[in-house]
DNA sequence: CGCCTTCTTTACACCGGTGTAAAGACACCA
DNA sequence: TGGTGTCTTTACACCGGTGTAAAGAAGGCG
């Protein structure tokens, strides 16, 4: 049987004192004397106190939670944000919920409406499935910072990766390398914010060469996932299209594409030149290593928390729409084996 | 200015029944008259109104969250395992908080004290730097389940994962493949559970097969990282001794000496045969593909999952000690391109 | 028809903290 | 010595639910 936690009622009756001295002290209320609050001290640690912070979260209408919601948590750039933004929030004092929204619309949208968001004070939203027609369903009534796209909404705090110019800059590095058939890999067909601002820098990149997208080069579905690389990368060699260059909307894909042009006998970068975007850990470990944009992860995550903080403290002007922050992350290119050109 | 929350003292008022009601009508209480329900739930749904769990969590003693504990979530392992345990724990009603310990001895012991453990119901916890002096630490006064290694205590839940079992299989597959020469990588100095009991089913198989571990084919430090596994092969051969295979004591490791190898030249399986241990997705994609032990993680989460509730619910056997359950879960080994004998 | 049971609904204390307003101490000044 | 202002400490209502015990309503039986 567990025993009884101690309470506050505990130590100030131990204490000879009242329950909002103690309370005071446990706050580092300043006007206590000091004799006063060595006594109390003394007791809490004698008795081993501990707060309940239910009670105390109850009281001041808070719940020192803020929700991350991503949508795979396996997918590694979503585990390495997770990493970021737990640590950015320990710097503030805020714990960390994560949710799963598996990446699609649906999951998406539940996340702002579900029973969790009244466990959580504010929300740290990073949709990649939701179209502009769903914009309506982020004017949400708790404190909510957009991560990672750029915005589908005016008016809301919103931290961006700099989608397009780096897939712009990663798409001018594999034109520079002398290519020009560049298949894309990736969900171009969703509306999807992300993938919508990559391909698009991607296109950009390509008519500013004058070279014209090949639309049996590109292939993909919603889910960016490491078979989603592989099955693309079958789809567009079947074709019997004539390639020398890929870029993925993502470094998973761009890896699972790489499987798939080994498994085929194509060598990359001789036959083949590979690009991703995000920068995973694991980018600079596969063989070959793997060129992509580094969006700037603990930057996103440390401005993102701060910003959620912010609102929470009431600071950042309460709800004054017309303040609402926008913010892009720097970006930088990291040029490795999958796009030499020997 | 964001309105107050609507309450069930609201509801209750507009309903013109009592508090109480509301409540048990929310709680399915059996003994409430359907027109006295419809009558509420009606008004809940016009007044659109959420219940306050924080309120309800404090009245009732339980937070409705478990803690998770890892490593670190950017080791793709505890990715998956989090999100093995997240839905796991979604299909019984519990939310999973994660915590990361750095995999630090420091850091695993600060998660069972953390004053967030009062924001907890119970932990699955997966220690990896505990020693076995630590063993004591592990005597606390929530629920717990113990997740991945052996038991460094009896008496608490546990669900194992084959870990001695797993690096003996794949060991004699090494062996049986005609490799002779074998490094091993990762923590050998550390008392580490997990470690500890892969790198003795490690030996245990080459004793078994009369074969000597070589000490200068064993290196490695406490972090089993990607960068841990190039360095522990790069020392290695830098000593200048000869070898046919390595088995690496996680994927990640593996993957970072297939890395270092292919940067010094040498063709793997051709060369040097390559095994890990965790089947991570990356495994089946990596280049050459990663022989591995698959440690059947969805089981292992949801068995950890069904003890913790089971505990949370006063069932299995509240705490008589005597009763702790010890499960290991099924393992498999997938063999790959990576120790491939043609 | 009155009494006993069972079903519904209610009032109220309680979970463990916090804010507020007011009371008690104390020093300083006229 | 009394009045005033600041510093400390306290009592008490409140956050939004839940359990308990008891009151009220309804039905069954002698």
Redesign the pocket.
């Known amino acids: 049987m567990t025993v ?6 505990d ?2 009756r131990r204490a ?9 002290v ?2 580092a ?9 060595d006594r109390v001290l003394r007791v809490i640690d004698e008795l081993g ?4 912070f ?3 979260n ?4 808070r719940t020192g939670l803020i929700a991350l919601a991503v949508p795979e948590l396996r997918l590694a750039y979503f585990a390495e944000l997770a990493d970021a933004v737990i640590a950015a929030a320990d710097q503030v004092g805020l714990t960390v919920l994560i949710e799963q929204t598996g990446g699609t619309r649906a999951g998406e949208l539940e996340v702002l409406t579900s029973p969790r968001r009244r466990m959580t004070d504010g929300l740290l939203y990073s949709p990649t499935a939701l179209r502009s027609a769903d914009a309506g369903a982020l004017d949400v009534d708790f404190p909510m910072v957009l991560l990672g796209e750029r915005a589908l909404r005016r008016g809301v705090d919103h931290v961006a990766m700099a989608n397009e110019a780096g897939a712009r800059t990663v798409t001018e590095h594999l034109l520079d390398g002398g290519r020009r058939r560049i298949a894309l890999i990736g969900g171009h067909d969703s509306e999807s914010g992300a993938g919508n601002l990559r391909a698009r820098g991607f296109r950009a990149a390509m008519s500013a060469a004058g070279v014209e997208v090949d639309p049996r080069l590109v292939a993909g579905d919603e889910r960016w996932s490491r078979q989603t690389g592989a099955r693309a990368m079958a789809e567009i060699l079947e074709r019997g299209v004539t390639l020398d260059a890929v870029f993925a909307l993502n470094d998973v894909m761009a890896l699972g594409a790489m499987r798939e042009l080994f498994e085929r006998g194509l060598s990359v970068p001789g036959d083949v030149a590979v690009a991703g975007f995000d920068n995973i850990e694991e980018a600079s470990f596969s063989r070959p290593s793997l060129t992509t944009i580094d969006p700037g992860r603990t930057e996103i995550a440390r401005t993102a928390v701060g910003l959620l903080a912010d609102r929470l403290a009431g600071r950042g002007g309460e709800h004054e729409t017309a303040s609402a922050h926008e913010i892009v992350a720097g970006f930088r290119i990291e040029t490795r084996e999958s796009t030499a050109t020997d």
Chains 1, 2 share one sequence.
């Open positions: 009884r936690a101690v309470t506050m009622r130590v100030a000879g004192v009242s329950l909002k001295t103690v309370s005071n446990v706050n209320y300043p006007h206590v004397r000091p004799e006063m609050r106190y501990q707060m309940n239910t009670a105390r109850l009281s001041l209408g």
